[in-house]
């Protein structure tokens, strides 16, 4: 009966490491092939208990979440890529938290970028780019990545516009402004591939949403011809007695407030009872309350019901049903990532 691996070193043991730095340790090559270890790449060994870094999970979020499986893929294949390589693309926008459509949100591959001139990566599970040169970088969390705006640039050539508008408005929530994303694209100029989107999509971002259903939400208010809403501002008391909430979506003219919630809404008795009594509050001063959920996007007759009564609420006329035709095909993102 085989006995237990021998233990890796206490420097080894809670990480990724190259085969060069373990046999450097004292490890032989058939330690290397123990069946503890995983071989996430060529050169790279890791305890298989030990390949997922949890601090990065999203609370609410699958234990083993996708940001917390690039971000532990990405410290291993950065033992092995080349020193003037960056991490960009779909992979940097995971590691930045930079939301993307569940078809875009994968581990393998990697998208791993170097200057023009320079080989491309060629490893199983990356997919190499070059043009590191005209982008910005950052380093986050040890790890060399395209910066958040150069990497919403890149993302021009993946999404559809409504997923641009999502991922630029969580970029200019923390940056606490569309400038660095226009700035990007300004200096990107017409090189950009994906530009008609990007610039349709940045005129649509917006600094103040809290998550991507948020902007979804206006996004769905906006396309079936409802005046759009301030994010996430201050509703104060008419008798100027005081605050009364913080509104996702906020009509002043016309006294509404919608709010979306999110599963955590539902998550305890506490949350339940602070959102009823918020919407008591606010509906005593005489604004109309409106809640929505995810099902209120994809349930058709919910969502149709939704427009109808804050069309109503708002004094618009005709809500159309439809998205506007200069709106439809181009707005959604249609390709896939892999």
């Known amino acids: 009966m085989p006995g237990r691996p ?15 730095e373990a046999l450097s340790a004292g490890l032989t090559h058939g330690r290397l092939r123990g069946g503890d270890l995983e071989r996430p790449f060529h050169g790279v060994r890791r305890l298989a208990t030990t390949t997922r870094d949890l601090s990065l999970r999203d609370p609410g979020a699958p234990v083993l979440d996708v940001r917390a499986q690039v971000q532990a893929d990405a410290w291993a294949a950065a033992l092995v890529l080349p020193d003037d390589a960056a991490y960009s693309h779909c992979t940097a926008a995971l590691l930045h938290g930079i939301p993307l459509p569940r078809s875009h949100e994968h581990v393998r591959p990697l998208h791993v ?40 640039v890149d993302l021009g050539s993946l999404l559809g516009v409504e997923d641009l508008v999502v991922a630029g ?24 591939r994906g530009v008609r989107g990007l610039r349709e999509a940045l005129a649509w971002v917006r600094v103040g949403a809290d998550s ?43 006294n509404v407030v919608a709010e979306y919630q999110g599963a955590h809404h539902f ?30 996007h994809t349930n058709p007759a919910r969502r149709h019901a939704l427009l109808r009564r804050l069309a109503a609420y708002l004094g618009v006329e005709v809500v159309a049903d439809r998205p506007h ?14």
């Open 6 to 20: 021998t233990p890796l070193p206490a420097d080894l043991a809670g990480r990724a490491f190259s085969t060069t």
């Open 169 to 192: 408005d969580r970029v200019a929530r923390l940056t606490g402004s569309t400038e660095p994303l226009r700035a990007a694209l300004d200096r990107r100029g017409r090189g950009a």
């Open 113 to 152: 970028m170097r200057p023009t001139g320079r080989n491309p990566v060629d490893r199983p599970g990356v997919r190499p780019h070059l043009g590191l040169q005209s982008r910005h970088l950052v380093v986050v969390r040890g790890l060399r990545l395209v910066s958040m705006a150069d990497t919403w």
């Open 212 to 254: 991507a259903m948020e902007t979804r939400s206006r996004l769905l208010f906006c396309r079936h011809g409802l005046p759009e809403p301030e994010v996430n501002v201050a509703v104060m008391a008419a008798d100027g007695s005081g605050f009364l909430c913080r509104g996702d979506f906020v009509w002043r003219e016309r």
């Open 325 to 338: 035709p200069a709106w439809t095909g181009r707005f959604a993102t249609t390709s896939t990532c892999g």
């Open 267 to 296: 998550g305890s008795f506490r949350r339940g009872d602070d959102d009823i009594s918020r919407r008591l509050l606010v509906e005593d001063d005489g604004w109309k309350y409106v809640e929505l959920t995810r099902s209120d």
